[in-house]
T-cell receptor, first 113, second 115 residues
Framework: DAGVIQSPRHEVTEMGQEVTLRCKPI?????LFWYRQTMMRGLELLIYFNNNVPIDDSGMPEDRFSAKMPNASFSTLKIQPSEPRDSAVYFC???????????FGPGTRLTVT | AQSVAQPEDQVNVAEGNPLTVKCTYS??????LFWYVQYPNRGLQFLLK??????LVKGSYGFEAEFNKSQTSFHLKKPSALVSDSALYFCAVRPLSGGYNKLIFGAGTRLAVHP
């Protein structure tokens, strides 16, 4: 299995631009998670989906952030408009269920100037 | 509030010596417990988990962890550290009440193994 796939791996954009991060979970996994990691705040759960349905988006910082999962093999995290404080590494992870571990993608390093 | 504590920001150990990375948790009931490792510029990698049964669980790369219910701890251990073990380690818990399989992560402990 290819593991969790994220794209792009690096993104540099200017403040105010729209940014879209993409994730392909491992086939057969029914839960998908978006995390953000920064030095200051550590690892934060932004949102997670179960069977393509958003279950908990309480970690989404503000309305500028949105996430979708149109099918079992694809999810997006969108930031519009982006701000410098959004600079971070964004991870996607997937899991088969509650007793199973989460598998993390390689992350997208976002830099907003 | 449910939480996970990793009391040490960094642990330093000499190569060949045993290592321990501490984790305590505060959740209701008996949670599922996990350890992950993160190498520089990489995603988190699963090391081991405790679901039920034997309190001592063994995982990847020679790591093991002991679940202690009375102390609500799940410390990560390795009998003989390697320089290549140097990385960031995260403890995580999955409460059994609600939340599907959402994990609560600790802040992480940086392990530095010196030659």
């Amino acid at each position: 299995d290819a593991g969790v796939i994220q794209s792009p791996r690096h993104e540099v954009t200017e403040m105010g631009q729209e940014v879209t991060l993409r994730c392909k979970p491992i086939s057969g996994h029914n839960s998908l998670f978006w995390y953000r990691q920064t030095m200051m705040r550590g690892l934060e759960l932004l949102i997670y989906f179960n069977n393509n349905v958003p279950i908990d988006d309480s970690g989404m910082p503000e309305d500028r952030f949105s996430a979708k999962m149109p099918n079992a093999s694809f999810s997006t995290l969108k930031i519009q408009p982006s701000e410098p404080r959004d600079s971070a590494v964004y991870f996607c992870a997937s899991s088969r269920g509650s007793i199973y571990e989460q598998y993390f993608g390689p992350g997208t390093r976002l830099t907003v100037t | 509030a449910q939480s996970v504590a990793q009391p040490e920001d960094q642990v330093n150990v000499a190569e060949g010596n045993p290592l321990t990375v501490k984790c305590t948790y505060s959740v209701s009931g008996n949670p599922y417990l996990f350890w992950y490792v993160q190498y520089p510029n990489r995603g988190l990698q699963f090391l081991l988990k405790y679901i039920t049964g034997d309190n001592l669980v063994k995982g990847s790369y020679g790591f093991e962890a002991e679940f202690n219910k009375s102390q609500t701890s799940f410390h990560l251990k390795k009998p003989s550290a390697l320089v290549s073990d140097s990385a960031l380690y995260f403890c995580a818990v999955r409460p059994l009440s609600g939340g599907y399989n959402k994990l609560i992560f600790g802040a992480g402990t940086r392990l530095a193994v010196h030659p």
